[in-house]
């Protein structure tokens, strides 16, 4: 085993399911001491559970000023400075222009970019020497899908918050990137009303328009945050990794 996180505080926010949990895992594997969030008394038990050595999973609303603070307070009293930041959390409410719900725009707006605003803005006087923010963007911010206004309206503010971010905080040597996954099989698609089996059937309509010809394993993009959050990107910052198995590309 590489290490790659030996000994290093992490925070995975999001942490109790699909890509979140597998990057949770594997930074446990490379020797990190993580904390990981859910929205859910439920959820947070199952990740206990899913994580054997986990330092803590907590409840923590990720578009509450008031849960992060006191989140990576606790962090920082406990376990110190604040090595690595994987800022996940997020929601999908799908529904065109004409249809979709200002309660669903503005959900998907304060989860999936206010969130991680506040996160980051927590998260700064925490932060070690040379840490790294990993935010979960989404190819969705550079494509036009019918029905993923706010969602891709959202992972667009968050991509150029990444670039904000690093004009403020790469002077200081702390780095942000971010990862920008393709369609991948996670529970986040039947979380939207829809039935399982229609969300699984929309997901594999995509397989044909993917070079690989599949759609991801959360694995895969955790492997990639992985590379970002560790020191084998010690020079990358302000990037969006793209892992989607080629859709956007052709
Ligand atoms: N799957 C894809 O195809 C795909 C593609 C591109 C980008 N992404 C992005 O990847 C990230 C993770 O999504 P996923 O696919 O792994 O979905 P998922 O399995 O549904 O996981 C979403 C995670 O976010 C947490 N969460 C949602 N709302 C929250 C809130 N208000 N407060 C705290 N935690 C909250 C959930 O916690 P609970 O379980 O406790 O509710 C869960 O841990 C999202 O930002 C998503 O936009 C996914």
């Known amino acids: 085993m590489s290490e790659k996180l030996s000994g290093k505080v992490a925070l995975v926010t999001g942490g109790t399911s699909g890509i979140g949990l597998a990057t949770a895992r594997l930074f446990m594997e490379e020797g990190a001491r993580v904390v990981v969030t859910g929205s859910s008394e439920a959820s947070v038990a199952q990740a206990r559970a899913a994580l054997p050595g986990l330092v803590w999973a907590r409840v923590s609303d990720a578009r509450s000023d008031a849960d992060i603070k006191a989140l990576v307070q606790d962090m920082r009293a406990e376990l110190g400075l604040i090595d690595v930041a994987f800022l996940n959390a997020g929601v999908l409410r799908g529904g065109s222009l004409a249809q979709a719900s200002e309660a669903d725009f503005d959900e998907v707006l304060d989860v ?28 969705a911010n550079e494509r036009g899908w019918p029905g993923l206004g706010a969602y891709s309206a959202a992972k667009a503010g968050l991509r150029a918050l990444v670039r904000t971010a690093t004009a403020e905080l790469a002077p200081q040597g702390i780095r942000v990137n971010a990862v920008s996954p393709g369609p991948t099989l996670t529970p ?17 309509s995509l397989i044909p328009r993917i070079p690989l010809g599949r759609l991801g394993q959360p694995e895969d993009i955790a ?28």
Not at 188 to 204: K, T
Not at 223 to 250: H, I, P, R, Y
């Open 112 to 139: 999936d970019l206010k969130g991680p605003w506040l996160a980051m803005r927590a998260l700064i006087p925490h932060l070690a020497p040379g840490a790294s923010i990993v935010l979960n963007t989404s190819v």
């Open 188 to 204: 986040i698609f039947g979380r939207n009303g829809v039935p399982a089996e229609q969300a699984e059937a929309a997901a594999n």
């Open 223 to 250: 492997k990639a945050v992985l590379f970002l959050a560790s020191g084998d990107a010690a020079f990358v910052v302000g990037a969006e990794l793209v892992v989607d198995g080629g859709l956007s590309q052709v």
